[in-house]
C-alpha cells in the first residue's frame, strides 16, 4: 500500500480535527469559569478555600501538564475508589477535559487575580457611595474594566492551551496528533515529515484564529479607560 500524499494526509487529520476543537472548546470555557471560581474565593480571602485555590494555582502552574494528564487518567479513578467514588471507566476524552479545565483554569487564576487587584480601590468606593449592589456594582464598574487587562493574559493562555492539547494522544485519545501518529507508523515513517508538518498547518491555524479573535476583543474593549473607571469613548 502507497504512503498517503500531503492531500490524503490533511484530509485524515482532518477528519478527526473535531474531537481536538471539542477538547479545546470544552476546557478552555470550562477552565475559565474555575479561574473566575477560584479568583472570586482568592479575592474574598475566604478561609480554608483560598489556600486551596493556592495549592491549585501552584500545581498546574509547576507540574508538566503531560504529568497532570497521566495523574488525571491513571492516579485519580483508584484515589476516588477510596472514598467510594467509581470513576473507573472515564474516557481518555474526559481525563483530558478534566486535566485541561484544571490546568487552564489554575493558569487563568493568577492572570484574573492581577487584572482584579489592578482595578483602583477609589472605583469600588465610588460603586458603594452610588448604592451599587454587590452584583450590579460588579457587572457595571469592576468587570469592564477587569476585561481589557485580562485580555492579553487570558489569550496567551489560550493558545498555551492550543499548544497542549497535542500531547493528549499519551492518553489514548484519537484526536489529531493521535491520527499523525498511526498514519506515520502505517508508513514506517516515511512520510512522517510530511505528516507532522500537516499538523503543525492546522495548529497554526487555530492558533492564528484564536489571536486574531482575542485582538478582536481587545479592540473592542479600547472604549474603556481604566485610570478613571468605566468610561465610555467621548464622555
Do not use: C
Not at 490524503?8 to 476546557?27: D, G, N, Q, W
Not at 485555590?53 to 500545581?59: K, M, P
Not at 480601590?121 to 449592589?133: M, P, R, V
Not at 457587572?139 to 489560550?158: D, S, T, Y
Amino acid at each position: 500500500m502507497d504512503a498517503p500524499n500531503t492531500l490524503e494526509i490533511m484530509t485524515l487529520l482532518l477528519k478527526v480535527a473535531h474531537i481536538t476543537f471539542i477538547i479545546l472548546v470544552v476546557s478552555a470555557v470550562l477552565g475559565l469559569l474555575l479561574g473566575a471560581l477560584l479568583t472570586m474565593i482568592n479575592v474574598k480571602n475566604i478561609p480554608v478555600l483560598k489556600q486551596f485555590t493556592v495549592v491549585i494555582s501552584s500545581f498546574t502552574r509547576s507540574v508538566p501538564i503531560i504529568i497532570q494528564l497521566f495523574i488525571v487518567y491513571y492516579a485519580l479513578p483508584p484515589l476516588m475508589a477510596n472514598f467510594g467514588i467509581n470513576v473507573s471507566n472515564m474516557s481518555a476524552t474526559v481525563a483530558a477535559i478534566l486535566a485541561l479545565t484544571l490546568y487552564h483554569g489554575g493558569y487563568l487564576t493568577e492572570v484574573l487575580r492581577a487584572a482584579y487587584k489592578a482595578v483602583d480601590k477609589g472605583q469600588h468606593e465610588a460603586a458603594d457611595s452610588l448604592g451599587y449592589t454587590p452584583m450590579t456594582k460588579f457587572f457595571r464598574v469592576i468587570l469592564p474594566q477587569v476585561v481589557p487587562v485580562a485580555l492579553p493574559g487570558w489569550g496567551n493562555a489560550l493558545i498555551h492551551l492550543i499548544h497542549d492539547t497535542s500531547l493528549v494522544f499519551a492518553l489514548g485519545v484519537a484526536d489529531i496528533m493521535g491520527r499523525a501518529e498511526l498514519i506515520a507508523a502505517a508508513s514506517f515513517g516515511v512520510n512522517q515529515v510530511q505528516v507532522f508538518i500537516a499538523v503543525a498547518v492546522i495548529y497554526i491555524i487555530v492558533t492564528f484564529l484564536s489571536d486574531g479573535m482575542v485582538r478582536l476583543f481587545e479592540k473592542k474593549t479600547r472604549k474603556y479607560k481604566l485610570d478613571s473607571g468605566l468610561k465610555a469613548r467621548g464622555i
